[in-house]
């Protein structure tokens, strides 16, 4: 009993980790849920990664020689499925502001030619993106944008000498990995009745604040509201030039 | 491991005496019991903000990689069953210096990232590459492509001297790290078993499928040996006799065991660093830099431990415009795509364990000198 049923996990052990791999990339590409770990541009290499996935299942099942398996081949192939768990139980599908206190140091996406937003003007607003690629056009000009609320940030608040509420989204290059985030900083914004995390549409006069030797931006007389979730959290560039 | 365990079992101990545990296998125990725990984490720790980040960004280094990696597979078999030893020999020059300078500039032609690089190399270097060869492309290769080079242009604003120093520092670099492994080692004892042939009986260590059956699943005879031409990782010869459809299968089976080989590496790597992207605050790394060379090692040691893609780091090390010198933008940037924790361990599928510090080490001190150059010449943004 104990050798057939070693046997059957010799046999099977290869052509499952790949059909459990392309199970699982095929549940996401479905759902669209990929969008939350990958950049939307990722859906064309998702789509090849299922297709090699698929023949070396097939391949693997085919073998005529069936590969050892011993502690260190069981490891590996926990290793190997160890994602899979965490993927199928994320329920997060952005990041909020604990990666953005983690990852913001104050300055972020600024001025670049050839560069411009692929998703944005929010719920009829301005693109927090947008803001960031044409500051001197939206400088001194009364704007709405929509993103995540940080109640505060330690780094601002060492900055500016008060404790300022913020308004982020992430720019995804690649991944969630790479997000960077991007901040307006709600000068004299009440946020009492919000809390982290929340999405906010954020109303005010774009101000371009230096500090400390960097620019930070700033809403003057912020007025804040409450809104849904939109149905994309991140925000992506695009490269103008193709 | 498994393979020490047993060997220890048969002979080494008298009967009746209990086995004392090698530091090998307290490893493996060790190792079993962090995963076992990783598994049960994101079901225990539901909620928890911090846990919530790490699965999401854990969770999308390795969707992001294992395409590549499965690409680089595919490539890898490809090379192993297409291309023959006398071909490889052929394409590059004979001396070490003239071909890690040709190799180191493949990714022009051939660009391929981080990920995908390590399962081609192997390949490569089982094909009979030269050593210095293979480790220049290895380290250049994510870096000296066109893809970077757009990217980098893109994130600094078309401004084309990030992008000629990144390249050409990461050409320089690769090279000269290339030549002096190469000549610290002999091939021999560079590589990781089942990566490159013994020499004297062109048969290979303890591979994936180093039990004694080739997995290549095309049932050919050891005895045909070698033809010295399509010359199998798995070290028998497949000859060029079979069908365009057998060597396609002989291919994605290489391949297959190539992405068994590579991917728990990855996985690892992938955990390690999504913590470091949870816990550390980068922040700290602007406010610890104090002078330029003490910004270069922080930024390189953020780029270590950040494991970004190659086309996406440009954009991280542009937000640092302003925080940091240019020359620990260009550290961070130069260091990342050669030597990460994703990639450490992913170096472990292709060196010999006492290689892997060495190499981190030159990579470590060249970009450093780096950022002395670029600051000695005053380069600044």
Redesign the interface.
Known sequence: MTHIIAETIRRWRLPLVCLAWMFTLLGLMMRGAYESFLAASFLPIIILSIAILLPLAFLALLRRTVPRFGVREALATAILLLPLAYIHHSKKTTLGSGAFSTRYVGSGISESRGMSPVRGGDNGGTSLLTVFLETDKYAGKKITVLGMLAKNNAQVERLLNKAYPLVFRFVMTCCAADATPIALVLENGEAVNLKDDDWIEASGRLRVRTVGGQDLLALEEASIRPVPAPEQPYLYMQWGVF | ???I??TRLEGAVPAGQPRRPSLADML?GM??VV??A??LL??AA?GN??V??F??????????A???M??GT?MGGAIEVFISRGRMESLLPRSAAASACVAAAMGIVFPVCECAIVPVVRRLAGKGLPAAAAIAYLLAGPIVNPVVG??TA??Y??DWRPVAIRLGFGYVIAVGVALSLSRAFKRGSLFAAGVVPDEHTRTYGQS??G?G???C?R?HSHRRGHDGGAACGCGRGHGKSGSFGERI?AA??H??DD??AT??YL??G??I??IA???????LF?DLASSSLLSSAVMALLAIL????S???A??A??????VPFSAQMAFLVIGPMFDIKLLLMYRSLFKARVVPLLAALVVTAVLLMSVLIEAMGIAL
């Open positions: 491991m498994g393979e365990m047993t493996m190792a079993l995963v076992a990783a598994y994101p079901f539901s903000e911090a919530d980040n699965s999401l960004v854990f969770s999308s280094i390795v969707l992001e294992m395409p590549f499965l690409l595919l757009l990217s893109m994130a604003n078309f994936d499928h039990h059956g080739c997995s699943g049932g299968s994605c089976n391949a297959l992405f068994m991917a728990p996985v690892a992938a955990a660093a999504a992207q949870t816990c550390l605050e980068r922040r602007v950040l494991n970004l893609c086309e996406a780091d954009f991280i542009a937000s640092f415009r302003g925080l």
